[in-house]
Structure formats: structure tokens, C-alpha cells
């Protein structure tokens, strides 16, 4: 409401255009032209009398100092700049365990994840648009298929957030069939970085 009040004619330049006034708000709006009062418990505007001001509101987005320094002008909507990050997989590494499974289908079932793993990413994106790292998180895979542990042993991007996230996408992968012969352990790094 305070944008229509601004300009040539409207309510704010007829309060201020004998100068600074030391009366009471009442005696202030009464001067003004095109001020809403409030009504009790209709829940709505009454007009003052008068014109000049169009009571238009406009989003503050738009606008920018007018020719003059005089006025605001609305340009037009402002657009929030989206920051999206772009995430590479290193290689796989088996650091341990007694069973024996195909490196190939631990690779196929985390970069199945990417979608996950890259929302783990662009969500800290939103609050530090500046992050980006290495995340190396260590698993183990049961004969069963399902991981019992997953934890970050290496996360260069400074975000304990980015690393414990990774870390529960990683928890929740399942393979439909483990390894043989026992569990297997295997350390993954990802690369974070946002895109131009």
C-alpha cells in the first residue's frame, strides 16, 4: 500500500508536502488523500476523502530509484538466481570384509542414488551457495544387501550437513543380492561443486 502512496498526487507526498508535521497520527492521516482507515469487525477499508493516490500496492522486487531520485519505479520481477550443484563419482574401494562382491554392482546401485545424493547437495547449495568438496563416505554392504554402516571419513567441503546426509542416502541403498561369504566394506568419494 505504501508503493500507490509515493508520487506526484499521492497520500505519502500530500502528509509531507508542507514539511514535517508534529501533530498526532490521526491529524496526519486526516490530510492525506486516499489513506484506508480500518473499521472494527467488518473487515474492511473505508476511503478517506480526497484523491490523488491510487492505494496500489506493488512488490518491492521491482523497483529502483526514478529519473530524479524523486520516485520509485517498478522494472518489472525480480528473479532468484538458483544455484544447482553437479556431483562426479570417483571409484570404488574395497577396504575389507570376508565376503566377495562384484565391484560393479556396488558402482551401479550408487550412481542409481545420484538424484539423492544430488539433493543432499543442492539443499546446502541454498544455504551456503559457496560450498563444494570431496565427500568420501565408508559402507558395508551384508549378505543380506542392506548397508550396516555409513560414515564420512573424509569431507573436505567444511559442511558437517552435506557429509551427514550423504552419509543416510548411502544407509538406505539396498542391493537385491549381497555379497557371498560375509560383508564387505568399500570407501566411495563423491565430488561436489556448483555448476556455472
Known amino acids: 500500500m505504501l508503493m500507490g502512496a509515493i ?7 500530500d502528509v509531507l508536502a508542507g514539511g514535517a508535521d508534529t501533530t498526532g497520527a490521526a491529524d496526519v492521516l486526516a490530510q492525506a488523500a486516499g489513506v484506508g482507515v480500518a473499521q472494527t469487525g467488518g473487515g474492511t477499508l473505508r476511503q478517506r476523502g480526497g ?7 506493488g512488490g518491492l522486487g521491482g523497483l529502483q530509484k526514478g529519473e530524479g531520485g524523486t520516485s520509485a519505479v517498478n522494472t ?6 538458483v544455484i544447482r550443484g553437479k556431483l562426479d563419482f570417483g571409484n570404488v574401494e574395497d577396504t575389507g570384509g570376508s565376503g566377495d562382491f562384484d565391484q560393479s554392482e556396488v558402482t ?31 559402507f558395508t554392504i551384508e549378505p543380506t544387501g542392506t548397508v550396516s554402516k555409513s560414515r564420512a571419513v573424509e ?15 548411502i ?3 539396498r542391493w537385491r543380492k549381497g ?14 561443486a556448483p555448476q556455472n
Not at 518489472?76 to 538466481?81: H, L
Not at 555379497?179 to 561436489?192: D, I
Request: net charge positive; glycine share 18%; hydrophobic share 30%.
Open 7 to 13: 508520487g506526484e498526487g499521492g497520500a505519502l507526498a
Open 51 to 57: 484523491g490523488g493516490g491510487s492505494g496500489q500496492g
Open 76 to 81: 518489472g520481477q525480480v528473479i532468484e538466481r
Open 108 to 138: 551401479k546401485v550408487i550412481k542409481g542414488a545420484q538424484s539423492a545424493l544430488k539433493r543432499c547437495y543442492d539443499t546446502e547449495l541454498k544455504t551456503n551457495p559457496a560450498v563444494k568438496g570431496k565427500v568420501v563416505i565408508e
Open 155 to 169: 569431507n573436505s567441503s567444511g559442511s558437517s550437513s552435506l557429509g551427514s546426509c550423504v552419509e543416510a542416502a
Open 171 to 173: 544407509k538406505r541403498l
Open 179 to 192: 555379497p557371498e561369504g560375509g560383508s564387505v566394506t568399500y570407501q566411495y568419494p563423491f565430488v561436489f
